[in-house]
């Protein structure tokens, strides 16, 4: 007798033509072809498992680092935010941590467990999958110096562990053995030292109200734009070209802090991109120093359009 084989079930969340403003915190931004947010890794590894060879593959945390040009993305961009979001306590120094959980719980999680080092992470808007896409730090931390392993997943739904020394990890920059296109965090383990718990909530807390004095908190944004040039920053050559508060359309480099762009109420990403051309432009000219981008951008150019 023959037995008819069941496929396994995806469990996850399959959105289709999904607008993808609502999932950066520049708020702007065109639709995704699909978007898949997956019900956990197993799962996620099943959806990728399905996709065509030649799909485009996007990971999108918070969205926090992120541009999504008007016009969308062709593929599938896979949303782990509110998703993939166990963390655990594996020892007395050591935390295993899923790529969606925001950087926000991970330091909350390690000061109340006595751990530290990870303070720094408290004020950063992202998900672990994204800090360590970005390698993320402030105040004189960054994540990858925490980091003892991490679990990535390829293309076919794969997953790999693997060791920090197959990283070249720079500031805000990593570059692992698959490229971006193929390969993407799905967890991580990160070792911390001992510390007192209570210190420990307290400086998080201190490091939040630093930020919220000197950053555009009430309007979204991407955090910074620019990369810091060596030895100088991107900020402070913005505001020597007189930029601060210039706009084009909705998109304004904010009063408050020159090296962000704030949306000031229905800015396009066109109006982002092209005011982040412009500040480049007028760097260049000004101090013949050419600023990175540190935010990413991903989408088609607009038809027609300058960019
Ligand atoms: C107000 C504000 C302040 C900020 N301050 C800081 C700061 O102090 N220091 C700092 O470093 N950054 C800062 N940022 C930028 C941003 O928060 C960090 O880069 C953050 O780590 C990005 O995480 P995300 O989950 O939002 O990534 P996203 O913006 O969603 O993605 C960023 C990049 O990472 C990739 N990515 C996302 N998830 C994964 C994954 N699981 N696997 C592989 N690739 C992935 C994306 O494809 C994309 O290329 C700030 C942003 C804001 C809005």
């Given at each position: 007798?023959?037995?008819a084989?069941?496929?396994?079930?995806?469990?996850?969340?399959l959105?289709?033509?999904?607008?993808?403003?609502?999932?950066?915190?520049?708020?702007?931004?065109?639709?995704?072809?699909q978007l898949?947010?997956?019900?956990?890794?197993?799962?996620?590894?099943l959806?990728?498992?399905r996709?065509?060879?030649e799909?485009?593959?996007?990971?999108?945390?918070?969205?926090?680092?992120?541009?999504?040009?008007?016009?969308?993305?062709?593929?599938?961009?896979?949303?782990?935010?509110?998703?993939?979001?166990?963390?655990?306590?594996?020892d007395?120094?050591?935390?295993?941590i899923?790529?969606g959980?925001?950087?926000?719980?991970v330091?909350?999680t390690?000061?109340?467990?006595?751990?530290?080092?990870a303070?720094?992470?408290?004020?950063?808007?992202?998900?672990?999958?994204?800090?360590?896409?970005m390698?993320?730090?402030?105040?004189?931390?960054?994540?990858?110096?925490?980091?003892?392993?991490?679990?990535?997943i390829?293309?076919?739904?794969?997953?790999?562990?693997?060791?920090?020394?197959?990283?070249?990890v720079?500031?805000?920059?990593?570059?692992g053995?698959?490229?971006?296109?193929?390969?993407?965090?799905?967890?991580?383990?990160?070792?911390?030292e001992?510390?007192?718990?209570?210190?420990?909530l307290?400086?998080?807390?201190?490091l939040?109200?630093?930020r919220?004095?000197?950053?555009?908190?009430?309007?979204?944004?991407?955090?910074?734009?620019?990369?810091?040039?060596?030895?100088?920053?991107?900020?402070?050559?913005?505001?020597?070209?007189?930029?601060?508060?210039?706009?084009?359309?909705?998109?304004?480099?904010?009063?408050k802090h020159?090296n962000?762009?704030?949306?000031?109420?229905?800015a396009?990403?066109?109006?982002?991109?092209?005011?982040?051309?412009h500040?480049?432009?007028?760097?260049?000219?000004?101090?013949?120093?050419?600023?990175?981008?540190?935010?990413?951008?991903?989408?088609?150019?607009v038809?027609?359009?300058?960019?």
């Open positions: 007798m023959m037995v084989m069941q496929q396994p079930q995806l469990r996850g969340e959105r289709t033509h999904e607008s993808l403003a609502r999932y950066t915190t520049w708020r702007v931004g065109g639709e995704a072809r898949y947010r997956p019900a956990d890794v197993e799962d996620l590894s959806f990728l498992s996709l065509a060879e799909e485009v593959i996007h990971f999108i945390g918070l969205g926090s680092n992120l541009l999504v040009r008007d016009d969308g993305v062709a593929g599938t961009v896979i949303l782990t935010q509110g998703m993939l979001d166990n963390i655990e306590q594996l007395t120094n050591r935390l295993g899923e790529a959980v925001t950087s926000a719980k330091a909350r390690a000061a109340r467990a006595g751990m530290a080092g303070q720094f992470l408290s004020g950063i808007p992202g998900t672990i999958g994204g800090a360590l896409a390698n993320a730090g402030c105040f004189g931390g960054e994540i990858w110096s925490l980091v003892e392993s991490v679990t990535v390829n293309r076919y739904g794969e997953l790999v562990q693997r060791n920090p020394d197959e990283y070249e720079g500031y805000r920059s990593v570059k053995p698959g490229s971006e296109q193929d390969e993407w965090f799905v967890a991580t383990t990160l070792k911390l001992r510390g007192d718990s209570e210190e420990l307290g400086e998080n807390r201190q939040l109200e630093k919220a004095a000197s950053q555009p908190t009430q309007l979204p944004n991407a955090g910074s734009v620019f990369r810091n040039p060596p030895g100088d920053h991107a900020a402070r050559l913005i505001e020597h070209c007189g930029l601060k508060g210039h706009c084009i359309g909705k998109a304004c480099v904010s009063d020159a962000f762009i704030v949306n000031s109420g229905g396009t990403a066109t109006e982002i991109e092209q005011l982040m051309e500040v480049a432009q007028q760097v260049m000219a000004k101090f013949g120093i050419a600023l990175e981008r540190e935010v990413r951008v991903i989408g088609n150019p038809s027609g359009g300058a960019l």
